[in-house]
Each structure stands twice: as structure tokens, then as C-alpha cells.
């Protein structure tokens, strides 16, 4: 039988650094994400990044913040981008709720009885004594799926920003997608699909 116990980290091991290197790329593509989200605000504010960015990053609570992004794109658009927002906003928010559980759990190493070895690492809630069988985990391929998902609201986002600030989108039907609810499940000829070439979106620079 298998057994769990609070993580020891022995030297170099493959199956740790897998999971820790799946966890930081979840972490580092939430970052890319609020990126992505700060120039949507500064173009909503009509303000530059850095002063966007002040405000912005001071709003710990992230479903306020979906929020304020949503009300400033009404005041903007009205109501013209609101089918697409709307159901993307809902999604976002529970997107947060993910990354604050890949963020704040504690990690369980799952380890051999035989060999004693690592075999498998998860992501448990912090109380690591108050669970059982069905107690909620996050493993590498729910973290792989939380990156994949922070790249697919990139996306989406990116392409709104694209095509509300006028900058002429190549194809004419991403404006009708930023006024429709996206499709769930999504079609692989979609142009939010990763099947489908990205648009190139101008973005502002950092200051350095």
C-alpha cells in the first residue's frame, strides 16, 4: 500500500523537480496573464502601463478587480462586448480561486513502502491532518491544465483589447467573436483555438 507523508526534499530528484517545474510555470503563466489584464485596464482608464499598473496591483481581491474591468468596458462600449466579457469574467474568477490553491497548499509526497522512494507529489490544502479520500489535490496535470488555461484567457483578452481599440484586426471575424459568448467546448477552427495562428497584438512596453 502506498503511503503519504509531509514532503522531505533529499538532494536531486526527477519527480519532485517535475512537479516543482509544473508549479512554477502555472505561477509564472498567472503572471503573464495579469499582464495581459493591466493593459486592458490602462486602455480602458485611457492611461499609460506604469500608471495603470499602480492601482491595478494594489487590488488583492481579484473577483473586485474582474469586476472594475467589466464595469470600465460597459462605461467605454456599453454593451457591445458584454456577451463576450460576461461569461469570461465568471470563468476568471474561478481561475483565481485555482491559482490562490496552486499558490497557498502545501505539498504531500506519495512515497514507495518497498523502496521508500518518491513515486508521485501533490498539492493539498494546508491542513494536511484533516482529510481524507475525497479531499481536494492538484497534480502536475492539473497545474499543466491551469498554464493551458491562463494561455487560452491570454488569448481571449489579448484579442478583445485588439479589436476594441480599433487597431484594424487582420480578420474581419474577430470583431464578431468579441461580440458573442465563446463556445464551450471550443471549436478546433476557432481563433481562440491553439490550433488556430495567435494575433499579433501590439502591446506597450515595460519601462525598464
Known amino acids: 500500500m502506498v503511503q503519504s507523508k509531509p514532503i522531505r526534499i533529499k538532494g536531486s530528484n526527477r519527480v519532485f ?69 460576461n461569461p469570461l469574467e465568471t470563468a476568471l474568477n474561478s481561475h483565481d480561486q485555482i491559482r490562490n490553491e496552486i499558490v497557498h497548499w502545501t505539498i504531500l509526497s506519495i512515497t514507495s513502502p518497498s523502496t521508500g522512494k518518491l513515486v508521485n507529489v501533490k498539492l493539498i490544502p494546508p491542513n494536511y491532518w484533516d482529510r481524507d479520500a475525497n479531499s481536494p489535490k492538484k497534480t502536475i496535470g492539473d497545474m499543466s491544465n491551469f498554464s493551458d488555461r491562463c494561455r487560452y484567457f491570454i488569448r481571449a483578452v489579448d484579442m478583445l483589447h485588439y479589436v476594441a481599440s480599433g487597431l484594424k484586426p487582420e480578420q474581419p471575424a474577430w470583431r464578431d467573436i468579441c461580440t458573442q459568448a465563446i463556445p464551450d467546448p471550443l471549436p478546433n477552427n476557432h481563433l481562440l483555438s491553439p490550433s488556430v495562428k495567435e494575433p499579433r497584438i501590439l502591446r506597450q512596453a515595460f519601462p525598464r
Open 17 to 85: 523537480t517535475k512537479f516543482n517545474t509544473a508549479r512554477g510555470i502555472a505561477i509564472a503563466s498567472y503572471a503573464n496573464l495579469e499582464r495581459c489584464l493591466v493593459q486592458w485596464f490602462a486602455h480602458l482608464m485611457r492611461t499609460d502601463i506604469d500608471y495603470a499598473g499602480v492601482p491595478f496591483f494594489r487590488i488583492n481581491n481579484t473577483r473586485a478587480r474582474n469586476a472594475i474591468l467589466g464595469k470600465l468596458m460597459r462605461k467605454r462600449y456599453g454593451s457591445v462586448y458584454s456577451h463576450f466579457w
